[in-house]
């Protein structure tokens, strides 16, 4: 029957709280911030570049159809063929551009635009030209089979990388600024939801009520998974948000290249973040949750309730900071004492886990003291809770405190 | 049945409450009465066990601790409710939290809601009720359950007088089903017309404890009620009479400091005739309270 109650209550806080815009909009916000960069960058790159074609011109219609096609789609107006058209359209800023191409012994390209040509077209155009040439000029020296041969003989360029220490060290980067910025990011948040949604509560009569039904430490249990569930949900959204955007990132053309280029870096940093360090991160975000829903019940009224979370989230964002000046040097003295003190091991000592300098059996120390003072903290709070939850005095900070953990 | 015994409460230096003993039996209602600060609330928060206190509290023999609290209905004197929930749902949260079944409390809904006249409020928000309706949804969070043990906390402040008669008829019923129910109100006439038992704090004191009539009698039958041509002036040089309140044209309060002067008095009004009203009664509860639980000015 117990379990029960405790679990209605979690229930309660988590469909109340989830079923609400705020956390609608707290969840899917980082989907619609990228989907809303990636567009903007397809609409600025699809409007750059229609003023930026060229157009070709030329009295040999297979010439310059070879040009368009190494131009490509983006790069080339096709429909414009004369020179006249090109003016008209360069005017208008239609294109930047236009190519008069014209064939004889020697191949001549006479380039007119706005702007001068981009380094890499005029290399393109300059390829494609000496390209054309070779073969007019082999087609002119009517050599044989074996002199084209010859001729067309390339050098071999190979590039033969020994390390990836490079690649790990980006690696080993983007985790730690990941984890730290999403151990922060899920802190300050659930922080001042926890210490709001029970702020919200403090000295109301419906307590009374409550407490007449369960004890205070189940009621207080029962909000604590309540928000727990609410971040397991957040953490899921993201993990299959990741796991689609990565899917998709393959197969759409826009980016496939980048993913092709970087799935190696890619796949090292979710390996380094699905390890030990998210039991670090999620058992961090408990006990800042715990801290939280303390300092809801310390506040005077439910009025001050959007000011309840400040002491925990001042903590978070102190431990967050304190990471900065580390990020290079995971094995300074400062990060390996922090990476065993509760409230700050969440960030120091993943970070030490990624760039490899803690041991297993400090990462086990590390761990232990933070689910012992976990276990602490809430059997504590716990029992103290109703008296602090129930009080109504307005008096100070510490004459609340004494009279919630006197009644 | 509710045994109190002993009780005290201090906080730091002041004592809220002070061997405080009274019993509730099954079926009996107890109307717990004192000015604002008399330890009445103290009193309902140490039978729940929100305070740590001295002395002895217990539900059938039982501490009262988790294993009770499903017996337990109780109706604090703020009413708060779930602002964001639907009716329906603030029924079942606290329901459910008193260990009932879903599927019986959303059977029983719609007849509870009739019986306290918010038919067609199911699906409304708690925050869009009024006032009024918002009461009649937390006394029914306190009785759907049908607790054996009941506790209101000023349960009929601010109700207009309907709403009054349909929260008497309530606890009424509860007691017919045999409940122990115990309530606190500044008004006497709730007080009167429901208790069987009451018991008056003063400072954390139990000044008053007993069943009414038998309170109201130890304060003598001071009191007549009396309909007359006599006029004020004349009724005062009455012996014994030291009060003359003019309640209607010809019909009067008098007091005396005497109630044997009743018989005299009585004699000298009719002259031996017929006389349309003489009524002797002891004082109202209302003027004990003012007695007892303020400073005694009456």
Same mark, same amino acid.
């Given at each position: 029957?117990?379990?029960?109650?405790?679990?209605?209550? *979690?229930?309660?806080?988590?469909?109340?709280?989830?079923? !609400?815009? !705020?956390?609608?909009?707290?969840?899917?916000?980082?989907?619609?911030?990228?989907?809303?960069?990636?567009?903007?960058?397809?609409?600025?790159?699809?409007?750059?570049?229609?003023?930026?074609? $060229?157009?070709?011109?030329?009295?040999?219609?297979?010439?310059?159809?070879?040009?368009?096609?190494? /131009?490509?789609?983006?790069?080339?107006?096709?429909?414009?063929?004369?020179?006249?058209?090109?003016?008209?359209?360069?005017?208008?800023?239609?294109?930047?551009?236009?190519?008069?191409?014209?064939?004889?012994?020697?191949?001549?390209?006479?380039?007119?635009?706005?702007?001068?040509?981009?380094? !890499? =077209?005029?290399?393109?155009?300059?390829?494609?030209?000496?390209?054309?040439?070779?073969?007019?000029?082999?087609?002119?020296?009517?050599?044989?089979?074996?002199?084209?041969?010859?001729?067309?003989?390339?050098?071999?360029?190979?590039?033969?990388?020994?390390?990836?220490?490079?690649?790990?060290?980006?690696?080993?980067?983007?985790?730690?600024?990941?984890?730290?910025?999403?151990?922060?990011?899920?802190?300050?948040?659930?922080?001042?939801?926890?210490?709001?949604?029970?702020?919200?509560?403090?000295?109301?009569? $419906?307590?009374?009520?409550?407490?007449?039904?369960? *004890?205070?430490?189940?009621?207080?249990?029962?909000?604590?998974?309540?928000?727990?569930?609410?971040?397991?949900?957040?953490?899921?959204?993201?993990?299959?948000?990741?796991?689609?955007?990565?899917?998709?990132?393959?197969?759409?053309?826009?980016?496939?290249?980048?993913?092709?280029?970087?799935?190696?870096?890619?796949?090292?940093?979710?390996?380094?973040?699905?390890?030990?360090?998210?039991?670090?991160?999620?058992? &961090?975000? $408990?006990?800042?949750?715990?801290?939280?829903?303390? %300092?809801?019940?310390?506040?005077?009224?439910?009025?001050?309730?959007?000011?309840?979370?400040?002491?925990?989230?001042?903590?978070?964002?102190?431990?967050?900071?304190?990471?900065?000046?580390?990020?290079?040097?995971?094995?300074?003295?400062?990060?390996?004492?922090?990476?065993?003190?509760?409230?700050?091991?969440?960030?120091?000592?993943?970070?030490?886990?990624?760039? &490899?300098?803690?041991? *297993?059996?400090?990462?086990?120390?590390?761990?232990?003291?933070? /689910?012992?003072?976990?276990?602490?903290?809430?059997?504590?709070?716990?029992?103290?809770?109703?008296?602090?939850?129930?009080?109504?005095?307005?008096?100070?900070?510490?004459?609340?405190?004494?009279?919630?953990?006197?009644? | 049945?509710?045994?109190?015994?002993?009780?005290?409460? @201090?906080?730091?230096?002041?004592?809220?409450?002070?061997?405080?003993?009274?019993?509730?039996?099954?079926?009996?209602?107890?109307?717990?009465?004192?000015?604002n600060?008399?330890?009445?609330?103290?009193?309902?928060?140490? $039978?729940?066990?929100?305070?740590?206190?001295?002395?002895?509290?217990?539900?059938?023999?039982?501490?009262?601790?988790?294993?009770?609290?499903?017996?337990?209905?109780?109706l604090p004197e703020e009413r708060?409710?779930?602002?964001?929930?639907?009716?329906?749902?603030?029924? /079942?949260?606290?329901?459910?939290?008193?260990?009932?079944?879903?599927?019986?409390?959303?059977?029983?809904?719609?007849?509870?809601?009739?019986?306290?006249?918010?038919?067609?409020?199911?699906?409304?928000?708690?925050?869009?009720?009024?006032k009024g309706?918002?009461q009649?949804?937390?006394?029914? %969070?306190?009785?759907? @359950?049908?607790?054996?043990?009941?506790?209101l906390d000023e349960p009929f402040s601010g109700l207009d007088?309907?709403n009054v008669?349909?929260l008497?008829?309530?606890?009424?019923?509860?007691?017919?089903?045999?409940?122990?129910?115990?309530f606190s109100s500044h008004d006497?006439?709730n007080?009167?017309?429901? %208790?069987?038992?009451?018991?008056?704090?003063? @400072?954390?004191?139990?000044?008053?404890?007993?069943?009414?009539?038998?309170?109201?009698?130890?304060?003598?039958?001071?009191?007549?009620?009396?309909?007359?041509?006599?006029?004020?002036?004349?009724?005062?040089?009455?012996?014994?009479?030291?009060?003359?309140?003019? /309640?209607?044209?010809?019909?009067?309060?008098?007091?005396?400091?005497?109630?044997?002067?009743?018989?005299?008095?009585?004699?000298?009004?009719? &002259?031996?005739?017929?006389?349309?009203?003489?009524?002797?009664?002891?004082?109202?509860?209302?003027?004990?309270? =003012?007695?007892?639980? &303020?400073?005694?000015?009456?």
């Amino acid at each position: 029957m117990g379990m029960r109650k405790l679990w209605l209550v *979690t229930v309660n806080t988590y469909l109340r709280q989830v079923k !609400s815009w !705020s956390f609608l909009i707290l969840v899917l916000s980082p989907f619609v911030m990228i989907a809303l960069s990636f567009g903007i960058g397809w609409i600025s790159a699809n409007s750059a570049t229609n003023g930026d074609r $060229i157009a070709v011109v030329s009295n040999q219609p297979a010439l310059r159809s070879a040009y368009l096609k190494t /131009l490509g789609k983006d790069g080339a107006a096709p429909a414009i063929k004369t020179v006249k058209a090109a003016k008209q359209a360069q005017r208008t800023e239609k294109i930047q551009g236009y190519v008069v191409l014209t064939q004889g012994k020697q191949l001549k390209a006479v380039y007119r635009g706005s702007q001068a040509l981009s380094s !890499s =077209r005029k290399a393109k155009l300059t390829s494609f030209l000496t390209s054309v040439q070779n073969q007019q000029n082999v087609a002119q020296a009517k050599l044989t089979k074996q002199q084209v041969a010859t001729l067309q003989q390339q050098p071999i360029v190979q590039q033969k990388v020994t390390s990836s220490l490079g690649q790990k060290k980006v690696a080993k980067m983007a985790s730690f600024w990941i984890l730290v910025f999403m151990v922060y990011m899920i802190l300050t948040t659930y922080s001042s939801i926890t210490a709001q949604e029970i702020a919200s509560e403090k000295g109301t009569k $419906i307590m009374e009520i409550i407490f007449s039904s369960t *004890t205070a430490i189940k009621y207080f249990l029962g909000k604590i998974f309540g928000v727990l569930l609410m971040i397991v949900t957040q953490l899921v959204v993201y993990v299959i948000g990741g796991w689609a955007s990565l899917t998709a990132g393959q197969h759409f053309s826009a980016t496939r290249d980048l993913y092709t280029s970087y799935h190696a870096l890619i796949n090292q940093v979710v390996g380094n973040l699905f390890s030990i360090n998210l039991v670090f991160l999620f058992v &961090g975000v $408990i006990l800042y949750t715990v801290l939280a829903a303390f %300092c809801g019940a310390l506040v005077a009224k439910p009025e001050d309730s959007s000011k309840a979370g400040y002491p925990a989230v001042y903590l978070s964002m102190i431990a967050f900071f304190a990471t900065f000046p580390f990020q290079s040097n995971a094995d300074a003295l400062f990060v390996r004492i922090m990476s065993y003190m509760p409230f700050f091991s969440s960030y120091f000592m993943p970070m030490r886990v990624i760039n &490899g300098t803690a041991s *297993t059996l400090q990462i086990s120390l590390s761990m232990l003291i933070l /689910l012992a003072t976990l276990l602490g903290m809430t059997w504590y709070i716990g029992r103290i809770y109703g008296g602090l939850m129930l009080q109504t005095d307005e008096g100070s900070f510490w004459k609340r405190l004494k009279r919630g953990l006197a009644n | 049945m509710l045994k109190i015994e002993h009780l005290a409460k @201090h906080f730091g230096d002041l004592e809220a409450l002070h061997d405080i003993n009274f019993q509730v039996a099954d079926g009996e209602i107890m109307g717990l009465i004192g000015q604002n600060g008399a330890g009445k609330s103290t009193t309902f928060h140490s $039978i729940l066990n929100f305070l740590k206190y001295e002395g002895t509290i217990s539900w059938n023999d039982q501490d009262i601790n988790e294993s009770v609290f499903d017996q337990i209905g109780y109706l604090p004197e703020e009413r708060s409710l779930m602002p964001k929930l639907t009716v329906e749902q603030q029924i /079942l949260y606290l329901a459910q939290l008193k260990g009932q079944p879903a599927r019986k409390i959303k059977g029983g809904i719609d007849e509870w809601l009739q019986r306290f006249e918010v038919k067609g409020k199911r699906t409304d928000k708690i925050r869009a009720l009024s006032k009024g309706n918002q009461q009649k949804i937390q006394l029914i %969070c306190t009785l759907i @359950h049908r607790p054996s043990l009941i506790i209101l906390d000023e349960p009929f402040s601010g109700l207009d007088p309907v709403n009054v008669d349909l929260l008497e008829q309530a606890i009424l019923n509860a007691k017919a089903q045999g409940a122990a129910i115990i309530f606190s109100s500044h008004d006497m006439g709730n007080v009167e017309a429901l %208790c069987d038992e009451l018991v008056m704090l003063r @400072h954390g004191n139990m000044v008053l404890h007993g069943e009414i009539r038998a309170i109201r009698e130890q304060f003598g039958k001071n009191e007549i009620f009396v309909t007359t041509d006599w006029s004020q002036e004349a009724l005062l040089q009455l012996e014994h009479v030291i009060e003359a309140k003019q /309640l209607s044209r010809h019909r009067f309060m008098l007091r005396v400091d005497d109630p044997a002067a009743g018989q005299p008095i009585f004699q000298e009004l009719s &002259g031996g005739h017929y006389i349309e009203e003489f009524s002797q009664q002891p004082p109202t509860l209302d003027e004990i309270f =003012r007695l007892k639980a &303020g400073d005694g000015h009456a």
